[in-house]
């Protein structure tokens, strides 16, 4: 089997290293559009049309390894249209329940936990040293960054983004397409497309764009 890597920038090659580690593919390919074709990292880059043309769905899965939630939501959704199978990305040292239910095309890096009857759907993303009380769950397409503290039967909304060294109180929803910036402390429910920051993490403006980083 084949993994497609779609990205070849910091969370392409981190995605690498892990699958590298996890030895369950016979070739790595990155799929990056923007960037020239060729070796890179030591290993073949090209864009999707080109891997498509040399890989059939058959034979390859592809995980997405990008950190904007724009850029993730769209590449999920042209990969699903091509009818690619998505692949999971743990790092060895993960510990998950075996009540948890995890979608596919999630990526859970180092020391991470995922306790009992927690819910990680699609597409999701969670960097290293965090943890993930029980019941919790993380809707499709959400990211969750180093450091950050799920209180048991918490809610990330889909699309959203928590931003590192983040704690959030047991029972706490936060809604979709929004943003929980670094080191706030999420104590009440954070609705959908805002930008929320502080302590306690309050919305502070509508999220009136889709970007989380700016160049």
């Given at each position: 089997?084949v993994?497609?890597?779609?990205?070849?920038?910091?969370?392409?090659?981190?995605?690498?290293?892990?699958?590298?580690?996890?030895g369950?593919?016979?070739?790595?390919?990155?799929?990056?559009?923007?960037?020239e074709s060729?070796?890179?990292?030591?290993?073949?880059?090209m864009?999707?049309?080109?891997?498509?043309?040399?890989?059939?769905?058959?034979?390859?899965?592809?995980?997405i390894?990008?950190?904007?939630p724009?850029?993730?939501?769209?590449?999920?959704?042209k990969?699903?249209?091509?009818?690619?199978?998505?692949?999971?990305?743990?790092?060895?040292?993960?510990?998950?329940?075996?009540?948890a239910?995890?979608?596919?095309?999630?990526?859970?890096?180092?020391?991470?936990?995922?306790?009992?009857?927690?819910?990680?759907?699609?597409?999701?993303?969670?960097?290293?040293?965090?943890?993930?009380?029980?019941?919790?769950?993380?809707?499709?397409?959400?990211?969750?960054?180093?450091?950050?503290?799920?209180?048991?039967?918490?809610?990330?909304?889909?699309?959203?983004?928590?931003?590192?060294?983040?704690?959030?109180?047991?029972?706490?929803?936060?809604?979709?397409n929004?943003?929980?910036?670094?080191?706030s402390v999420?104590?009440?429910?954070?609705?959908?497309?805002?930008?929320?920051?502080?302590?306690?993490?309050?919305?502070?403006?509508?999220?009136?764009?889709?970007?989380?980083?700016?160049?």
């Amino acid at each position: 089997m084949v993994l497609g890597i779609y990205g070849s920038g910091g969370c392409g090659r981190e995605v690498k290293d892990l699958a590298e580690v996890n030895g369950l593919w016979e070739e790595l390919v990155f799929i990056d559009d923007i960037n020239e074709s060729g070796i890179f990292e030591g290993i073949q880059r090209m864009p999707f049309a080109s891997f498509c043309e040399s890989y059939d769905t058959e034979r390859a899965e592809i995980i997405i390894a990008l950190g904007e939630p724009e850029h993730r939501i769209r590449l999920y959704d042209k990969v699903k249209e091509k009818g690619y199978a998505f692949a999971n990305i743990i790092a060895p040292t993960v510990q998950i329940s075996s009540s948890a239910k995890l979608g596919k095309g999630i990526i859970l890096k180092a020391q991470v936990t995922v306790s009992c009857n927690t819910i990680i759907e699609d597409n999701v993303r969670v960097e290293s040293f965090v943890a993930v009380g029980h019941d919790c769950i993380i809707r499709k397409h959400g990211q969750i960054s180093s450091g950050v503290m799920m209180g048991g039967g918490s809610e990330v909304g889909e699309g959203t983004y928590i931003g590192m060294n983040v704690p959030i109180k047991e029972n706490v929803k936060i809604g979709s397409n929004s943003v929980v910036g670094m080191g706030s402390v999420v104590q009440r429910e954070i609705p959908d497309n805002v930008i929320a920051l502080g302590n306690p993490a309050r919305a502070m403006k509508h999220k009136d764009h889709s970007r989380v980083f700016e160049s």
